[in-house]
């Protein structure tokens, strides 16, 4: 049974079903064709949807399946903030990372397996950093977090977004992220600095975009889920 081998249903009964606005999922879903229409894995099914969860949030799951919060849209102040989100999530599932991860997960169960008897809990403590899943999540997850990350140039290249706003949204979220919070989009521990300074870094290796392209179904969610007056850009 691999790792998140859900249907959309189960996926979405976990968050809290989708949000009732069909306006607002049709123009989710039109902003983010252009993000699918250069995706390489073009055969999966892709399918995504904002999903009734609070929180700023969105997330991935096998198969090509894209989740958004109502308050991750509402955040976006400018189209490029919720592209680079989309890109981010595309890339998770463009490198299989689910799988990568679920390969990963296996090999430290059949070495903890393999070591025949009852590891000791300070052990995995002293080796792992806390829990197995942790160090996952805070050595290995973050080489996926970076190969995410550079997905959105990828796709700014391509769709012609201004590489300059790449960082934006993840500025922003480490701005208004208590620092205890991890989420699946972003967590608070040094290597969401590394991501943006790497962000930042990689955009300045591109030509500035002639024009900025803006994704269509943008102003249908602004109008259902517009910025709040703090989170605006100025
Ligand atoms: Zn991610």
Redesign the pocket.
Known sequence: MALGEKSLAENLTDMGGLFPNKEAQKALAAFAEPFLSIAHRSKLNWQLGIVNEAGINACAAPGGKMFYNPELIAVCDHPAELASVIA?EIG?IDYDHHGKQLQLAQMVDQALKSHGKALDPELIKAGYGGSPSLALMRGWGLDN?FE?DANIHTHFAKLGLDHAKASLFFHKLLKIEPPDRET??FSTHPGSRERIRRLDESANFYAPARSEFTPPGWQTLKSIFPTPPQFRNG
């Open positions: 981010h998770h977090e995410a699946s989009l």
